[in-house]
């Protein structure tokens, strides 16, 4: 399955075919997440409707590390198998990543200034989260530093399954130092903790984040294999010889 779909045409084609199926998935699931987040959901008893940024935040964080664990995969994958298409997903996977990250630390600040008295402090949580964002800053940093590509994607992969080592630490984090943060909700033993009127937007919403991320990465490689194609028609096409004007062959004599 791996190598059938490393195929460009056969991945562009597969790609257009899903497009327009994620973009409606994605605008579905937003629509009906913050519908059932912002209208349905009750207030929290202590938070009261403050606990709505819940639904932007932690799809949000979820999705921060999950991309950041599919970029490390692809790199593992192109390490591995040379995929050239490993490489591009994990490139184009990396802003969106970083744009996550950088939410799910804004949305974390706001709701912290009414739960904790401060906008940031130094909790092992948080401080993990923003080590991902310059893990992610440097990832794209490094696939910009040369204009070599087989170089850069080599040492970028290198970055991504070094950095792979933080993932564990945001999530444990809570576990193995005092923290601000509360302990995991969700993923834990004996199943989430949250009511179902809140777990219900809360699943809508990261099932969207999910769907955007696939939308804007099936995208993203698609594009980057049509811009390859179109450069290599260019560098086959013969160029046209110059041909000098005739001396002479507009000359009224």
């Known amino acids: 399955m791996l190598s059938y779909f490393s195929n460009p045409i056969r991945f562009k084609n597969l790609a257009m075919r899903l497009e327009p199926v994620v973009i409606a998935l994605t605008a579905t699931l937003l629509c009906a997440g913050l519908l059932f987040g912002l209208v349905f959901s009750p207030a929290d008893y202590q938070q009261g409707d403050t606990v709505r940024l819940m639904y932007i935040h932690v799809p949000a964080a979820t999705l921060a590390l999950g991309v950041y664990?599919?970029?490390?995969?692809?790199?593992?994958?192109?390490?591995?198998?040379?995929?050239?298409?490993?490489?591009?997903?994990?490139?184009?996977?990396?802003?969106?990543?970083?744009?996550?990250?950088?939410?799910?630390?804004?949305?974390?600040?706001?709701?912290?200034?009414?739960?904790?008295?401060?906008?940031?402090?130094?909790?092992?949580?948080?401080?993990?989260?923003?080590?991902?964002?310059?893990?992610?800053?440097?990832y794209i940093a490094v696939w910009r530093s040369s204009h070599d590509p087989m170089r850069s994607a080599k040492f970028a992969r290198i970055v991504a399954l070094v950095?792979?080592?933080?993932?564990?630490?945001?999530?444990?984090?809570?576990?193995?130092?005092?923290?601000?943060?509360?302990?995991?909700?969700?993923?834990?033993?004996?199943?989430?903790?949250?009511?179902?009127?809140?777990?219900?937007p809360l699943f809508l919403m990261m099932a969207a984040y999910g769907c955007l991320f696939a939308w804007l990465v099936l995208t993203g490689v698609r594009l980057d294999l049509e811009k390859a194609q179109i450069r290599r028609k260019r560098e086959r096409a013969p160029s046209r010889p110059v041909i000098a004007p005739i001396e002479g062959a507009h000359s009224n004599g």
């Open 69 to 138: 664990v599919f970029i490390a995969f692809m790199s593992a994958i192109a390490f591995v198998w040379r995929h050239t298409l490993a490489d591009l997903a994990a490139r184009r996977a990396a802003p969106i990543g970083a744009a996550f990250t950088f939410l799910a630390l804004f949305t974390g600040a706001v709701w912290g200034k009414p739960t904790w008295g401060a906008w940031w402090v130094w909790d092992a949580r948080l401080t993990s989260m923003l080590v991902l964002l310059f893990i992610y800053l440097g």
């Open 163 to 200: 950095g792979l080592i933080n993932i564990p630490i945001i999530k444990f984090s809570v576990d193995w130092w005092n923290s601000l943060h509360q302990p995991a909700s969700l993923l834990k033993a004996g199943g989430p903790s949250i009511h179902p009127s809140m777990l219900t």
